[in-house]
């Protein structure tokens, strides 16, 4: 039977998801984060599952993309970079984004991250037509499993008295002591080999303190460290210097290229990078310069799960790592980088993954990790099912908020925990 594989209808559905108070250099994550949830069906009735950032910038985008792909094929992902959104950078402020992290933020790299979701969804529907998974679609899986490392954040015990919240059963983890209780917790609950802490938020000797304490406790297994640009050239060679016999590879220590260049010089310690090199115009002058030795994909803002392939290939040519960077995400985002992941040559390093301090989703069943590992379905598209009663209640705390919590603000959020915190200037130590 021949398919109607034509986009008859597209679905935007933001949604507000529940956050603990994860801290970062530039503040501390609010109680509920957006998220866009993409739906692309097909005249046949398949329907493509996409996710991305929910923020108001991004709805400005994804809502007249949307209009214009009724009528079109879901086959025809290429024509879909070819739509011109309108966006130029005079919509952007040119700092370092501070939902994301991920380096300065540019009119590419906002409209790649809505045009992800579209070609996830499209992907999604592509496999459920043709009874494949994701991974059969962009050339077979290479592994059956895809290996994610534990997330460790700095973090108080709650939200601010009186801000609405969800439940929040991890703790506090303000010092080492406290950082390798939520490593061992993580272990506990998924399993997970490796361990990433998020740095820049005390000083660096406190960081430092915190690294040790992990190696202790986990002697042998793979270590990072990510203060997201909050170090000086200094600062970094120094923390290299102290943490060069425990660490897998340290992640953004200092921003833009030159700086990383002149890290990479003066250590034995890989660098790696979500912040430097978060487009294809931005590789050459990194890899030219060995600014850095991991580069940390993000399907998100690469613009989809064929591009984040092509970054891979680029990275072999150069002889670089390839991992993966995440963000706050939902359950398709999940399926999504693992179906990629699963795909990539050389995949040395465990991936990141937010996931495990997602309370919520809109899936009717949510991804598990065994062993720290996330195995690869087979069934056809993502593998994965939309709840409806799930995403409706999410968009309507979307809907009922008064607009304080539709566009994530690390800074705004800590002056509430405490008043008169300002965002540090960089390098902050």
């Known amino acids: 039977m021949t398919r109607d594989l034509t986009i008859a209808e597209v679905r935007l559905t933001p949604i507000l998801v529940a956050d603990p108070p994860l801290l970062n250099t530039q503040g501390v994550h609010q109680p509920y984060t957006p998220r866009l949830i993409v739906e692309i069906v097909t005249a046949d009735g398949i329907t493509g599952l996409g996710e991305t950032y929910g923020d108001t910038k991004y709805l400005e985008l994804a809502r007249p993309l949307a209009a214009r792909l009724t009528g079109r094929s879901v086959m025809d992902v290429n024509a879909l970079f070819a739509i011109d959104l309108g966006v130029d950078?005079?919509?952007?402020?040119?700092?370092v984004d501070a939902g994301g992290l991920r380096g300065v933020q540019s009119a590419d790299k906002l409209r790649l991250s809505v045009l992800s979701a579209f070609e996830v969804a499209c992907l999604d529907a592509q496999g459920k037509a043709l009874g494949l998974p994701v991974h059969a679609l962009l050339g077979g899986k290479l592994r059956d499993a895809v290996e994610y490392s534990a997330y460790l954040f700095y973090k108080p015990a709650a939200h601010p008295a009186g801000v609405p919240a969800e439940p929040d059963d991890w703790g506090a983890a303000l010092d080492p002591a406290g950082v390798v209780a939520q490593a061992r917790e993580l272990r506990r609950r998924h399993g997970f080999g490796s361990f990433k802490l998020k740095g820049g938020v005390f000083p660096p000797d406190e960081e430092i303190a915190a690294v040790r304490a992990l190696a202790e406790a986990f002697p042998g297994h793979p270590?990072?460290?990510?203060?997201?640009?909050?170090?000086?050239v200094e600062t970094s060679l120094k923390v290299a210097k102290e943490l060069g016999d425990v660490l897998e590879y340290l992640e953004d220590p200092t921003l833009g290229t030159p700086a990383m260049a002149e890290v990479a010089a003066g250590t034995d310690v890989p660098l790696a990078t979500n912040?430097?090199?978060t487009t294809f115009g931005e590789i050459k002058d990194a890899f030219t310069r060995d600014a850095v030795q991991v580069v940390l994909s993000d399907h998100h803002y690469w613009g989809g799960l064929r591009n984040t392939r092509e970054l891979a290939a680029i990275c072999a040519a150069f002889g670089v790592g390839i991992s993966m960077h995440s963000n706050t995400h939902l359950g398709i985002s999940?399926?999504?980088m693992t179906q990629v992941a699963a795909t990539v040559p050389g995949l040395h390093h465990a991936c990141d993954s937010h996931y495990p301090w997602q309370s919520e989703d809109v899936l009717t069943e949510r991804p598990g990790f065994t062993d720290g590992r996330v195995v690869v379905p087979d069934a056809p598209g993502l593998g994965v099912e939309l709840d409806r009663d799930e995403l409706a209640r999410l968009h309507r705390r979307w809907a009922e908020d008064d607009g304080s919590l539709r566009d994530r603000d690390d800074a705004a959020a800590m002056r509430v925990a405490e008043p008169g915190w300002r965002q540090p200037v960089m390098p902050r130590w």
């Open 334 to 336: 999940l399926a999504a």
């Open 275 to 277: 912040m430097c090199v």
């Open 223 to 232: 270590l990072r460290l990510d203060p997201n640009g909050a170090w000086s």
């Open 89 to 95: 950078d005079s919509r952007v402020d040119g700092e």
